[in-house]
């Protein structure tokens, strides 16, 4: 028993700062007690405007079946004092492509602060919303190139044709059923609450969101601001300009946006503002305009402003300025009454106490393996290491195969994220994790080049010279060094399902008690309902083959390090080298894209490839690369405690996996 005590007592310090940080995470997100926070699910009619779409081209659910209704996710923030005697305005908070209502906390948490009610949603295919992404539906040509069609599969179509919304003109409209995504039937929802004074609503949408902003406020001309998180500017040829009118709209223009439609298919920022499409289009004015200043009056709708943001696309939706700028615009549109200054924020701290929470429940697999390693059924799961570990790979061959590694993962990096996120034939109803078929074909190649080159070594090469066995390797027992142990592997599989099972009851229980997951402003960890966790399962395997050749035998085998002085210092030193390993390329592929951003030339990635090869697989770096090393981090552990690459490999694959399906879009 004594052996457990201080396993029991790290779980237990674990636990404890878990539930401390999301508890007071919580607290932060009512405002210190002053706002009501609500969530759950409303339902729709769907497909709201079937006549929008061409014959045969409407979207069915999974299985082919008609879908008969949408059933929206929300989070409601509520002033406290808000009553039916004493409505207050209100806005409808939209996330972008890839993230969920509890992104837009930041909006949420600031507006109801200043007695502004926020209704976050989740949009089709994101968080607990239903329909997919299909739901949408999809057009049949890019208004880039409107003569040319575009072919090729479903959710493809959809991604291409992202910019075509439902109220232009009917020739380019056609076969477009929602591209609110839901947004509209959450403006109807929440001017029906008797909380809210229906006739001060504003929209609000990040990215994919500022298109459904756009689609919401032609549908509801009674809104009374817009604010666009990173949006694309409408050319007034593609609809009806005196048929809709949207009234006092800020653009929240990030300068270094990945994307270029939201820098009107420009390499730069800076200078928009002297072009016909902003100035007059937009802005309504005959003449170049300022940054950072309202042209326009509140009163009547005209308002118009262009915030200039010193940030990137993804960290729009927390940055200061741009939640100081959509604040005075929200509060003077709305006519709401607040002592709070523009820049008084605490949206920060409640992120920040989250990504503590998250961290420690981590954390907690550690000591939680220790724990189950001394039950005599998981003894086996510990084949300690021996410290004089052979170089199993010559100076020279072991500099040659990272140097193969960084580059490879790097320079294939965007052309097969992109290839698997639309054009990969992939059965749809399978997988239908949108960004996620991207990942798991660039993964699977590195995997299947790495599997190659290992068998090639190990059984004809430099491997089979050395005499190097599976135990080598980490894939076997020091008692069959030559020879897999499937009750090995099975045992590790079981004990990898039991510490991420007790991370999700961390999860479930934050999620139950505090309305919160784990992230930090974007998804990581969350609660799956049964259709994502369906996907978990579609998906674990891709992750597992890459977290058990590429990044366990090859990383932690044949790429093995010599041990240091102390445990702290292998572990770091491990640590720092499988992060350089395995994630060296996108890093290089980071400084390839935003060197040049920064030097006022454009892009990297649309520089030297072309804009279809950089957006959101360059942009969703800023996640995946820390992502991937806290995993290093833990799988580095693992190894090192157990001796074999099998517990680790399945665990990170494990959350992995989780964070691609509780998270990502679903078609």
């Not at 919580?26 to 061409?54: H, I, K, M």
Request: aromatic content about 14%; proline content about 6%.
């Amino acid at each position: 028993m004594k052996e457990l005590a201080k396993p029991l007592a790290a779980l237990a310090v674990c636990a404890a700062v878990t539930f401390l940080a999301a508890g007071l995470a919580a607290w932060v997100q009512t405002g210190f007690g002053a706002l009501r926070v609500s969530s759950g699910f409303f339902e729709a009619p769907w497909p709201p405007a079937q006549e929008a779409a061409a014959p045969g081209t409407l979207p069915s659910g999974p299985g082919g079946k008609p879908i008969a209704a949408a059933r929206i996710g929300y989070k409601l923030y509520m002033p406290a004092g808000a009553d039916a005697a004493h409505p207050v305005p209100a806005v409808l908070v939209m996330h972008g492509y890839q993230n969920d209502r509890e992104t837009s906390a930041a909006y949420g948490i600031e507006l109801a602060r200043r007695g502004i009610a926020a209704l976050s949603v989740d949009l089709y295919g994101h968080g607990y919303t239903e329909p997919g992404m299909r739901g949408r539906g999809w057009g049949s040509r890019k208004l880039t190139n409107l003569d040319k069609p575009v072919s090729g599969p479903r959710r493809f179509l959809v991604m291409m044709t992202f910019s075509v919304l439902d109220f232009f003109r009917p020739d380019i409209s056609l076969g477009l059923v929602d591209s609110s995504m839901g947004g509209k039937a959450a403006y109807q929802y929440l001017a029906d609450l008797p909380l809210v004074d229906s006739s001060r609503i504003g929209i609000t949408g990040h990215s994919m969101g500022t298109w459904a902003a756009w689609s919401v406020g032609a549908a509801f001309p009674g809104h009374r601001a817009i604010a666009l998180q990173c949006g694309e500017m409408l050319i007034p040829e593609y609809y009806d300009r005196g048929r809709y009118q949207f009234n006092n709209v800020l653009l929240l223009q990030a300068r270094w946006d990945e994307f270029d439609y939201f820098r009107d298919f420009k390499p730069q920022v800076l200078g928009l503002e002297q072009t016909p499409l902003r100035y007059h289009d937009f802005m309504g004015q005959d003449a170049s305009v300022e940054w950072n200043r309202t042209y326009g009056t509140f009163s009547d709708g005209s308002a118009r402003r262009m915030e200039l943001i010193q940030n990137n696309h993804r960290l729009t939706t927390h940055d200061g300025h741009a939640l100081s700028a959509a604040m005075y615009w929200f509060t003077g549109a709305l006519g709401a009454q607040t002592a709070l200054a523009d820049s008084d924020h605490i949206y920060m701290i409640k992120e920040t106490l989250v990504l503590a929470a998250m961290l420690a429940a981590l954390l907690s697999t550690l000591p939680g393996f220790l724990i189950l390693s001394r039950i005599k059924f998981f003894g086996s799961l510990v084949q300690p290491l021996e410290r004089e570990h052979p170089r199993l790979l010559a100076p020279k061959s072991r500099r040659t195969t990272i140097l193969v590694s960084i580059l490879l993962s790097g320079l294939t990096f965007p052309f097969l994220c992109q290839l698997g996120h639309g054009l990969i034939p992939a059965p749809e109803d399978i997988f239908r994790m949108t960004v996620g078929n991207g990942f798991i074909t660039w993964l699977t190649f590195l995997m299947l080049v790495s599997l190659f080159m290992l068998i090639h070594w190990y059984k004809k090469g430099e491997g089979r010279r050395m005499g190097v066995s599976l135990r080598d390797l980490g894939l076997a027992g020091k008692n069959e060094p030559g020879r897999i142990n499937w009750s090995l592997i099975g045992k590790s599989a079981l004990a990898a399902f039991i510490l991420a099972g007790m991370m999700y009851l961390f999860t479930t229980a934050s999620s139950g008690l505090f309305r919160l997951d784990f992230r930090f402003i974007w998804p990581f960890f969350k609660p799956l309902n049964a259709r994502r966790f369906g996907q978990f399962l579609v998906y674990l395997p891709f992750y597992a083959a890459f977290f058990t050749v590429s990044a366990g035998a090859k990383l932690y085998g044949q790429l093995r390090l010599p041990e240091y002085k102390s445990p702290a210092a292998t572990q770091l030193a491990w640590w720092g080298y499988s992060v350089l390993v395995m994630l060296g390329g996108v890093f290089l592929i980071v400084l390839i894209e935003y060197i040049p951003f920064f030097l006022g030339l454009g892009p990297g990635a649309d520089l030297l490839f072309s804009p279809l090869f950089g957006g959101p697989f360059l942009s969703v770096l800023i996640l995946l690369i820390p992502q991937f090393a806290a995993f290093f981090f833990l799988s580095t552990w693992l190894y090192r405690r157990s001796g074999l690459v099998w517990t680790g490999s399945f665990l990170t694959a494990i959350l992995a996996s989780w964070v691609l399906c509780g998270g990502s879009a679903m078609f």
